[in-house]
């Protein structure tokens, strides 16, 4: 852990410690770049790791996906990624996992999606910081859900986030 100081309590050490997952977040890019035989010139910058599936041809959630062999290589080291340094991807990454038996063209585009969204934000790091008492920090839980949001099958999708937070 790092130690800093408070600006507002300038004698008050704040321990800190940083999930910096930045080096394999681009062993990420290389695996899918080396897998799909892509350049990572093709990864276009994009503001979010999911694609609308509205915008994805219905043939292609049939057709058998290029990457059909090698998806589950890619898509295991990026479930890594997001289970232990970058919750922004969970949702798109579990998802794929999902899709590795099969694997379709969709489930192509979404990974190039994916890998495209790491690739430009791969120096996000998760840092916490810890500087008040117990007894001033409360819990805040952000919560999210889809309605019926999966086009295959109508499923929903429900999730939250659970912060420790100080003044």
Request: contains cysteine.
């Amino acid at each position: 852990p790092k130690a800093m100081i408070a600006p507002e309590k300038a004698s008050t050490p704040i321990k800190s410690f940083e999930y910096n997952m930045t080096g394999h977040a681009r062993q990420c890019v290389e695996r899918y770049c080396e897998l799909a035989d892509v350049d990572e010139c093709t990864l276009k910058t994009v503001l979010t790791p999911c694609i609308d599936d509205h915008q994805i041809p219905p043939e292609d959630f049939e057709t058998k996906g290029r990457l059909h062999e090698e998806a589950a290589r890619c898509v295991l080291k990026c479930l890594f990624l997001a289970r232990i340094g970058r919750p922004d991807l969970l949702w798109t990454v579990n998802m794929l996992a999902r899709e590795v038996t099969k694997w379709t063209v969709a489930c192509d585009k979404r990974l190039h999606r994916l890998i495209s969204y790491i690739h430009h934000h791969s120096d996000w790091v998760i840092t916490c910081y810890v500087g008040d008492s117990a007894d001033e920090c409360f819990l805040v839980l952000y919560a999210d859900a889809s309605f019926a949001g999966d086009l295959k099958d109508s499923k929903a999708t429900t999730g939250g986030y659970l912060c420790l937070v100080g003044p």
